[in-house]
């Protein structure tokens, strides 16, 4: 019987979450290049390492939600979350934390670009 130590799980997690993490820096620096701009590719991973981390304080753990979150702390402000109706509201157990963040999400864009602001 073939078996998969703790460790082994543990490793093949934070491969998979590195991963994921790369994938986002490239999205990120083709889909809103001017936001990421002022960050180079290490400070940008930490950006999107912090904001996984935080995403996770409000069980945002699908890899939309997790890339929405971020994208949002990239394209508003790293404490977008801290704001008392934004947290109150990713704080609501009766909505799915993904949902959450597509409501948010695409109101933001609705509001960009309803405000000359482009597409987020």
């Not at 809103?32 to 960050?39: S, W």
């Not at 890899?63 to 509201?89: N, W």
Request: glycine share 4%.
């Amino acid at each position: 019987m073939f078996t998969i130590r703790e460790e082994h799980m543990k490793a093949l997690e934070a491969d998979k979450r590195a991963r994921f993490h790369r994938e986002l820096l490239t999205l990120y620096r083709k889909d809103i290049p001017q936001e990421v701009a002022r960050y180079d590719d290490a400070q940008l991973l930490e950006q999107i390492e912090l904001g996984h981390n935080i995403a996770s304080t409000y069980d945002i753990e699908s890899e939309r939600g997790v890339a929405r979150f971020i994208g949002l702390r990239l394209m508003t402000s790293p404490h977008f979350d801290e704001l008392p109706q934004c947290k109150a509201y990713l704080k609501r157990k009766d909505v799915e934390p993904t949902k959450k963040m597509d409501l948010i999400f695409t109101d933001l864009v609705r509001y960009m670009e309803h405000n000359g602001k482009g597409r987020a």
